[in-house]
């Protein structure tokens, strides 16, 4: 039998092994029963026809000029939907829209093995604007039909990945308002005189106010969205008129049938690039110009509603803007085909 020092030592293996092997144990079973759970949430699928409130949450504010947010309930993922299914998640207070109406479309789209944004871009929406029909997708168009701009859908498709698994493909759609939206303000004593008639259209008047030497802005509406950097690109409503006259110095774009433009903020006139940065989108402004700040000829009254900011690539790039015929959607039937009509 050991004695002295190498007992010593034998009976402190055996107790280190005696504390040690337990705890290894015990480790091994606690990893592989985490391993098992992990493995479980993971491969949990909820059925994709299910009601939606029992498949996933959509987060964010219509008009906030940032993309919403798609969150599968427990960490699931959704098996292929029988069919393309339409949800409204929140109804518009604004203008109805209906075949042939002008629309401001916001598009996203998410995957629903586990709820990542898919749009393939930075800001994770893209814009579609035209005139409601069948451009837009056939889903879209059916889904957003007769709602109110400020409504947000949810449409569900069958998809397949890339590895040929099924799941669903998931398109939140936010109807913007096509005019200014927010707080009315009351603008400063000498500001040109805006009226709206019931068809949306505008009238401005100076009449009996001396001509600007500097620029300045009035805000009527002041929006609650983003605000406006130098390089944006903008959808908006305009008009020009002359500071004397009253004429009319472009085409309007203000009107319930009319359509919203595209105003390019490093390619607009001196007067409007300078005074719009900084406004928030949603806003109605008054620009009282003088002519060194316009086209050079005479003062103007500009009126400006912003409407989003778009967030394609710069003026001249390719991909899914107004413009183009690339879908905004790719690989989506219920996305939108990209098209501007002028």
């Known amino acids: 039998m050991p004695r002295g020092p190498l007992a010593v030592g034998l009976i402190g293996v055996v107790v280190l092994a005696m504390i040690l092997v337990p705890l290894a144990v015990n480790k091994l079973v606690s990893g592989r029963n985490g391993t098992g759970a992990s493995t479980a949430a993971q491969s949990t699928v909820l059925d994709g026809n299910a009601p939606l409130s029992q498949l996933l949450t959509v987060s964010g504010r219509v008009g906030s000029g940032v993309a919403p947010s798609v969150e599968l309930n427990g960490d699931a993922s959704l098996s292929a939907p029988g069919s393309v299914l339409t949800d409204v998640v929140q109804t518009g207070k604004g203008r109805a829209v209906s075949a042939g109406t002008p629309v401001i479309l916001q598009v996203s789209q998410f995957s629903g093995l586990d709820g990542r944004n898919t749009t393939g871009n930075e800001a994770g929406y893209k814009l579609w604007q035209g005139l409601l029909g069948p451009e837009v997708g056939d889903y879209i168009n059916a889904a957003v039909s007769g ?21 669903t493909k998931i398109t939140v759609v936010d109807l913007l308002p096509t005019t200014a939206t927010g707080e009315a303000k009351q603008p ?3 500001t040109p005189t805006v009226t709206e008639g019931p068809d949306g259209s505008i009238t401005v008047s100076s009449a009996g106010l001396p001509a600007p030497t500097r620029a300045s802005t009035e805000i009527l509406i002041k929006g609650t969205g983003p605000q406006i950097g130098s390089q944006d690109r903008l959808i908006a409503r305009t008009t020009m008129v002359s500071w004397t006259s009253g004429q009319p110095l472009d085409k ?8 919203p433009k595209q105003l390019d903020m490093s390619n607009a006139l001196v007067g409007v690039s300078q005074n719009l940065v900084d406004i928030t989108v949603g806003s109605r402004v008054v620009l009282s110009l003088p002519a060194e700040q316009a086209q050079g000829k005479e003062s103007v009254v500009v009126v400006i509603d912003v409407l989003a900011k778009d967030p394609a690539q710069p003026s001249g790039a390719s991909g899914g803007r107004a413009g183009s015929e690339s879908s905004a959607i790719p690989g989506s039937s219920a996305g939108p085909t990209s098209k501007e009509h002028s």
């Open 147 to 167: 709602q109110h701009e400020g409504a947000r859908v949810v449409l569900r498709e069958p998809a397949e990945e890339e590895d040929g698994s099924k799941t």
């Open 188 to 190: 400063a004593e000498g």
């Open 252 to 259: 309007s774009t203000f009107g319930n049938q009319e359509q």
